[in-house]
Protein backbone atom coordinates (compact mmCIF):
# COMPACT_ATOMS: atom_id res chain seq x y z
CA UNK A 1 0.00 0.00 0.00
CA UNK A 2 2.81 2.37 0.72
CA UNK A 3 4.06 1.61 -2.66
CA UNK A 4 0.93 2.74 -4.32
CA UNK A 5 0.82 5.52 -2.35
CA UNK A 6 4.45 6.81 -3.18
CA UNK A 7 3.48 5.96 -6.92
CA UNK A 8 0.54 8.23 -7.49
CA UNK A 9 2.39 11.68 -5.93
CA UNK A 10 5.59 10.80 -7.85
CA UNK A 11 3.36 10.44 -11.04
CA UNK A 12 1.38 13.37 -10.32
CA UNK A 13 2.55 16.06 -7.44
CA UNK A 14 -0.50 17.56 -7.30
CA UNK A 15 -2.60 14.68 -6.91
CA UNK A 16 -5.34 15.30 -3.98
CA UNK A 17 -5.44 12.02 -1.79
CA UNK A 18 -8.41 11.64 0.70
CA UNK A 19 -9.87 8.76 2.48
CA UNK A 20 -13.75 8.09 1.18
CA UNK A 21 -16.35 5.59 1.73
CA UNK A 22 -15.61 4.09 4.89
CA UNK A 23 -11.98 4.38 4.74
CA UNK A 24 -11.26 4.02 1.08
CA UNK A 25 -8.06 5.50 0.22
CA UNK A 26 -8.91 7.81 -3.14
CA UNK A 27 -6.66 9.63 -5.03
CA UNK A 28 -8.20 12.28 -7.45
CA UNK A 29 -6.61 15.21 -9.88
CA UNK A 30 -9.92 16.71 -11.71
CA UNK A 31 -12.06 14.23 -10.63
CA UNK A 32 -11.20 10.65 -9.14
CA UNK A 33 -8.20 8.69 -10.94
CA UNK A 34 -8.32 5.37 -9.00
CA UNK A 35 -9.25 3.91 -5.11
CA UNK A 36 -7.34 1.08 -3.33
CA UNK A 37 -8.62 -1.57 -1.61
CA UNK A 38 -6.04 -3.32 0.91
CA UNK A 39 -6.97 -7.06 1.31
CA UNK A 40 -5.18 -9.75 2.92
CA UNK A 41 -4.01 -11.48 -0.02
CA UNK A 42 -3.45 -8.17 -2.30
CA UNK A 43 -3.78 -4.05 -2.87
CA UNK A 44 -6.37 -3.70 -5.43
CA UNK A 45 -6.12 -0.32 -7.52
CA UNK A 46 -8.97 0.57 -9.29
CA UNK A 47 -8.80 3.05 -11.98
CA UNK A 48 -12.46 5.12 -11.83
CA UNK A 49 -12.02 5.41 -15.91
CA UNK A 50 -9.79 2.81 -16.79
CA UNK A 51 -11.16 1.84 -19.99
CA UNK A 52 -10.88 4.83 -21.03
CA UNK A 53 -7.14 4.70 -20.21
CA UNK A 54 -4.43 3.49 -23.08
CA UNK A 55 -2.46 0.30 -21.29
CA UNK A 56 -0.10 -0.19 -23.67
CA UNK A 57 2.25 -2.26 -21.38
CA UNK A 58 -1.00 -4.35 -19.94
CA UNK A 59 -0.86 -3.42 -16.04
CA UNK A 60 -4.42 -3.76 -16.15
CA UNK A 61 -5.11 -7.67 -14.83
CA UNK A 62 -8.53 -7.15 -13.08
CA UNK A 63 -11.87 -5.91 -14.07
CA UNK A 64 -11.40 -5.93 -17.85
CA UNK A 65 -15.01 -6.78 -18.72
CA UNK A 66 -16.66 -4.12 -17.11
CA UNK A 67 -17.92 -0.61 -18.69
CA UNK A 68 -15.80 1.97 -16.88
CA UNK A 69 -13.56 0.21 -14.03
CA UNK A 70 -10.36 -1.67 -14.73
CA UNK A 71 -7.99 -2.82 -11.57
CA UNK A 72 -4.46 -3.38 -11.03
CA UNK A 73 -4.27 -6.43 -8.01
CA UNK A 74 -1.10 -6.56 -6.26
CA UNK A 75 -0.35 -9.34 -4.38
CA UNK A 76 2.19 -9.90 -1.75
CA UNK A 77 5.57 -10.48 -3.32
CA UNK A 78 5.26 -9.12 -6.71
CA UNK A 79 7.03 -6.95 -8.60
CA UNK A 80 5.42 -3.83 -9.17
CA UNK A 81 6.93 -2.06 -13.05
CA UNK A 82 6.75 1.15 -11.04
CA UNK A 83 7.01 2.68 -14.36
CA UNK A 84 4.14 1.61 -16.61
CA UNK A 85 1.75 1.99 -12.96
CA UNK A 86 2.90 5.84 -13.32
CA UNK A 87 2.33 5.81 -16.69
CA UNK A 88 -1.27 4.67 -16.20
CA UNK A 89 -1.43 7.23 -13.55
CA UNK A 90 -0.57 9.67 -15.31
CA UNK A 91 -2.69 8.53 -18.52
CA UNK A 92 -5.86 9.08 -16.24
CA UNK A 93 -5.28 12.57 -14.95
CA UNK A 94 -5.26 13.64 -18.50
CA UNK A 95 -8.34 11.70 -18.91
CA UNK A 96 -9.64 13.54 -16.45
CA UNK A 97 -8.52 16.72 -17.42
CA UNK A 98 -9.82 16.17 -21.02
CA UNK A 99 -13.23 15.64 -18.98
CA UNK A 100 -13.01 18.72 -18.02
CA UNK A 101 -11.95 21.14 -20.78
CA UNK A 102 -8.68 21.07 -19.73
CA UNK A 103 -9.37 23.94 -17.07
CA UNK A 104 -8.65 22.95 -13.40
CA UNK A 105 -11.67 22.71 -10.87
CA UNK A 106 -9.46 25.28 -8.83
CA UNK A 107 -9.66 28.00 -12.07
CA UNK A 108 -13.51 27.66 -12.18
CA UNK A 109 -15.37 30.78 -11.05
CA UNK A 110 -16.33 29.49 -6.86
CA UNK A 111 -19.38 31.58 -6.89
CA UNK A 112 -21.02 29.99 -10.09
CA UNK A 113 -22.86 27.05 -8.54
CA UNK A 114 -24.15 29.08 -5.21
CA UNK A 115 -25.06 31.99 -7.76
CA UNK A 116 -27.20 29.12 -9.84
CA UNK A 117 -28.81 28.01 -6.49
CA UNK A 118 -29.43 31.53 -5.43
CA UNK A 119 -31.34 32.33 -8.61
CA UNK A 120 -33.29 28.82 -8.61
CA UNK A 121 -34.54 29.64 -5.05
CA UNK A 122 -35.44 33.61 -5.85
CA UNK A 123 -37.30 31.89 -9.22
CA UNK A 124 -39.68 29.69 -6.46
CA UNK A 125 -40.38 32.36 -4.51
CA UNK A 126 -41.90 34.32 -7.52
Known amino acids: MAQVRRLMHEADPE ?30 VTFARGSHIPDPQKVFNNGLGGKEWRAVDIFE ?15 AVLFNRSQVGGTAPSKRRPDARRRSTHTRARRRSS
Open 15 to 44: MKEEWKWMGTPTWSHDGVVAIASPLKEKVK
Open 77 to 91: GDTVDEEALKDLIRA
